[in-house]
């Protein structure tokens, strides 16, 4: 099994920035795909960015240049630099792994192929 959490949210103005973390533990390694999704009210949920194995990084269209995905495999903890933060980033935001899954494409992967989640932490991004 594999734990992960999520912390960092919060409500800022638009144009603000928020980092958020993601701490893993259990059986997590290095070699785990990692992404952040979100999902806002009425939505479905969306990848935002995705970092593999090897650092290959990937973003949503909507978040490319202003978002930055990391992770500091010393310490097993994702993050997420939001800059530039917009109402339409307003969102619960998860962190998800997964061993088997890849980053392939321009796109973050589904999030249908993620077996461990964290509970989430709420980004509201006021105008």
């Known amino acids: 099994q594999v734990q992960l959490v999520e912390s960092g949210g919060g409500s800022v103005q638009s144009g603000g920035s928020l980092r958020l973390s993601c701490t893993a533990s259990?059986?997590?390694?290095?070699?785990?795909?990692m992404v952040w999704f979100r999902q806002a009210p009425g939505k479905e949920r969306e990848g935002v960015a995705a970092i593999d194995s090897d650092g290959t990084t990937v973003y949503a269209d909507s978040v490319k240049g202003r978002f930055t995905i990391s992770k500091d495999t010393a310490k097993n903890i994702l993050y997420l630099q939001m800059n530039s933060l917009e109402p339409e980033d307003t969102a619960m935001y998860y962190c998800?792994?997964?061993?088997?899954?890849?980053?392939?494409?321009?796109?973050?992967?589904?999030?249908?192929?993620?077996?461990?989640w964290g509970q989430g932490t709420q980004v509201t991004v006021a105008s």
């Open positions: 998800a792994a997964d061993r088997a899954t890849r980053v392939v494409g321009h796109e973050p992967p589904i999030a249908e192929l993620f077996d461990y």
């Open positions: 259990g059986y997590y390694s290095s070699r785990y795909c």
